[in-house]
């Protein structure tokens, strides 16, 4: 039988020893419980469902949390299982469980921010997915843009520069020093660089005896980076010094966009491709890399993850004779959307502009260019989803 506990219109202000932000202005209004579970009613009607575990598990008590580190100290294989005894809501709307053990008691008490922010109801969940802002060719007139000055020097320009690369997966800068070495300055407003086998940064220009496609005159179809590495870099930074020769724009597409309509128009080539790894490796005096993955991954949802392809990477295939012909339909018929110009957003970077970009969603190329009509010199370097996260984390902290 679920008992019910008294109410309190207040709201929960508990230290949950979480830096996050747990600010909300929705109340508990009502609290029942099981002995194996929690249930909260909401001002605004909805429901959330806790397990006794899982709340035993999360107890920002000291003797369960670091106090300093913020770390977990409870280890919950090593004790008996815990029954919810009692539940009630505190004067200030905090939630106050007692848990009943073989091994005793033990007291909890949980902010009712945290608990709304942690919630892991379906429409809870459904609510908190992060969904990219899909986008094709006509997005051109939409770029979003941040002025350097902006970025470098105040928070705002650099939340909408992290927040656009979040959705978009690209984002436009303008209005930078024209210097070798800039972008450096501005990846570390983020974090660290991401070095590679290219190094920490590598330059983007036309060399007598190249050991990469990149550092050609010659025309490079949409690819994704690096994709020879178990796990390619997130995001690239490309830079642009000089752009005074005859061609050389920047092609991009959204390989989600693509990769969503492929889903709906060709559902068996998208399962081959999300099912199948496809080999990649770079190798020459130096250094030998190479890895396989399906071209598109998906999470435990279904959801779009990731997208990597790259022709000239692109090693000998390795799966089961009879998916061999069936794999390369498919990934030709990924091919074939990637070359529709309805997908393709073309940029001529200027002195003093730079696009970063989701490595793991959008797909980037150029035009060929003619180096005796000028020089081109571009600067390409990485940087780190985790560290994108921490900065926006950081920031919503000090909102």
């Avoid at 959204?254 to 190798?283: I, K, N, Q, T, W």
Wanted: aromatic residues 10%; charged residues 25%; negative net charge.
């Amino acid at each position: 039988m679920l008992s019910a506990a008294p109410t309190n219109k207040a709201s929960g202000t508990i230290d949950m020893l979480d830096l996050a932000a747990d600010r909300t202005d929705r109340r508990i209004i009502q609290v029942s419980h099981s002995p194996d579970e929690l249930l909260l009613t909401w001002d605004d009607g909805r429901f959330s469902r806790f397990h006794a575990l899982w709340l035993r598990d999360n107890c920002p008590c000291p003797s369960c949390r670091h106090p300093q580190a913020l770390e977990r100290t409870y280890k919950f294989i090593d004790h008996p299982a815990a029954k919810i005894a009692t539940a009630s809501l505190g004067a200030s709307g905090e939630l106050s469980v007692e848990f009943a053990s073989t091994e005793g008691r033990h007291a909890s008490s949980f902010s009712t921010g945290w608990l709304h922010r942690h919630c892991y109801s379906e429409a809870a969940r459904y609510e908190r997915v992060k969904r990219p802002r899909l986008w094709d060719r006509a997005a051109s007139c939409d770029l979003p843009v941040v002025d350097f000055a902006d970025y470098m020097n105040t928070d705002h320009g650099l939340r909408a520069w992290l927040e656009a690369l979040c959705s978009w997966g690209i984002v436009l800068m303008r209005n930078a020093p024209a210097e070798p070495g800039k972008l450096l300055e501005i990846g570390r407003r983020v974090g660290p660089i991401r070095a590679t086998n290219f190094g920490e940064y590598y330059d983007v220009v036309s060399m007598p005896n190249p050991n990469a496609s990149a550092y050609t005159a010659m025309e490079l179809e949409l690819h994704t980076d690096l994709a020879n590495w178990r796990w390619p870099p997130d995001y690239q930074l490309l830079f642009c010094v000089r752009n005074d020769a005859v061609g050389g724009g920047s092609i991009l597409a959204d390989g989600f966009r693509v990769a969503e309509d492929l889903r709906r128009d060709d559902p068996e080539s998208f399962d081959l491709l999300s099912r199948y790894p496809v080999e990649f490796r770079f190798h020459d005096e130096s250094c030998d890399i190479s890895a396989s993955a399906p071209t598109i991954g998906l999470d435990g949802d279904g959801r779009l993850r990731s997208v990597r392809f790259n022709n000239w990477l692109r090693s000998t295939l390795d799966v089961p004779a009879d998916v061999v012909a069936p794999l390369y339909r498919a990934l030709g018929r990924f091919w074939e959307r990637l070359r529709d110009p309805s997908y393709h957003l073309t940029i001529r970077l200027r002195a003093g502009e730079m696009l970063a970009y989701s490595n793991h969603r959008v797909l980037h190329g150029r035009e060929s260019f003619d180096p005796s009509t000028g020089g081109r010199h571009l600067q390409g370097c990485y940087i780190t989803h985790d560290d994108v996260m921490s900065r926006l984390r950081s920031m919503d902290r000090r909102s």
